[in-house]
């Protein structure tokens, strides 16, 4: 395992059977990152830039896999690995889009990724639940495929539809657009982390940006730098705000120079490509909408309220952090050492 939860000695994949033995043993449940992060230095600035690293790391999967199978949602971080790949003459054998399969709500993917990627000829893939999926599952309570770590119980079942249990992994590198850095700013220091519900963690599963600790800090030196040549220090821990999501992508170099055509005007304003799951309830019947939120009471009713985001499981759960890696100084804390009275950014 390289990402994975841990509750009692025990290492878990799906999040279910780690809140399970958490709320059974009365254990703590913490996510731990891959062995690499343990021992790298992230208060060294990389000595390549984030756009060589990115090559590079294409390179090294190109020439250590048989086959390498993009999952593509036409979002900035997708397309940024698919810009590396193209840029640079690097061969990818597929592109996969999943979709919800109401089509209101899969407007990101018809109108951006789906034209985009048909333009590159490289093999396309959409995998999406059909309504009969949606019945079987949520009416007739049939098992169907499940979610790879069952993080989050919207309403939508496109994460199904990402289980590498059910596609080829034999050499297959399935990359994903993981993951954005967080960064906070604590006592003057800057640390980075991240969550367990940031990071899927799949086997067979390649998170581009975070598996490689080196690309991962790159990240969060240009925020870091780009945060303190345009922020004031008491505007610090904004920088993780859903509404500094614009200045978060340009600092990462995501909208760096036009390399990323598929959508105009972003930055996002808050919220406005944000409501995919509002969109399909609204085009679904109302039976399925009924059945997918008795199945949520059920979940409530089987492991209470206390692991779900305001107690609501179509909010997912709660996120697990990692160890704090400190960018100003060489430690590493834990969540409680950092902040003894619970979690809250000043």
């Not at 509750?7 to 990152?33: G, M, P, R, V, Y």
């Not at 899927?200 to 303190?228: G, M, R, V, W």
Request: charged share 25%; with cysteine.
């Amino acid at each position: 395992m390289s990402w994975h939860l841990e509750c009692n000695d025990k290492k878990f994949i799906n999040k279910l059977d780690a809140i399970k033995e958490q709320l059974n043993s009365k254990q703590s449940l913490t996510f731990h990152a891959p062995k690499t992060w343990n021992t790298f230095d992230f208060t060294k600035y990389p000595s390549k830039s984030l756009e060589e690293l990115c090559i590079q790391q294409a390179k090294h999967i190109r020439n250590n896999n048989e086959y390498v199978n993009l999952w593509y949602s036409g979002g900035c971080d997708s397309h940024y690995i698919l810009q590396i790949f193209l840029d640079n003459n690097i061969k990818i054998d597929e592109l996969t889009m999943v979709k919800r399969g109401f089509k209101t709500a899969d407007f990101e993917i018809d109108n951006y990724a789906i034209p985009f990627a048909k333009s590159t000829d490289i093999k396309c893939t959409i995998r999406q639940p059909d309504v009969q999926y949606y019945e079987d599952y949520y009416v007739n309570n049939k098992p169907m495929l499940g979610t790879a770590n069952e993080y989050h119980y919207h309403f939508g079942l496109n994460n199904h539809f990402e289980n590498l249990d059910h596609c080829d992994t034999n050499g297959v590198a399935h990359l994903f657009g993981k993951d954005k850095p967080r960064l906070s700013f604590i006592d003057g220091k800057w640390y980075t982390y991240l969550m367990d519900v940031d990071v899927t963690h799949q086997p067979n599963q390649i998170n581009f940006f975070c598996n490689d600790p080196e690309i991962y800090s790159a990240q969060c030196h240009l925020l870091k730098n780009e945060a303190e040549l345009r922020l004031n220090q008491s505007q610090y821990n904004q920088v993780m705000d859903i509404e500094n999501l614009g200045f978060l992508n340009f600092a990462i170099e995501r909208y760096k120079e036009n390399n990323y055509p598929v959508k105009k005007g972003y930055p996002t304003p808050s919220g406005e490509w944000n409501n995919k799951d509002a969109l399909a309830m609204k085009e679904a019947s109302p039976e399925l909408v009924n059945a997918w939120k008795n199945k949520n009471k059920a979940l409530i009713n089987e492991l209470g309220t206390q692991w779900f985001n305001n107690g609501d499981p179509a909010l997912g759960t709660l996120g697990v952090f990692s160890k704090f890696y400190c960018l100003t100084e060489k430690s590493t804390k834990t969540v409680d050492e950092l902040f003894p009275n619970g979690f809250k950014l000043q």
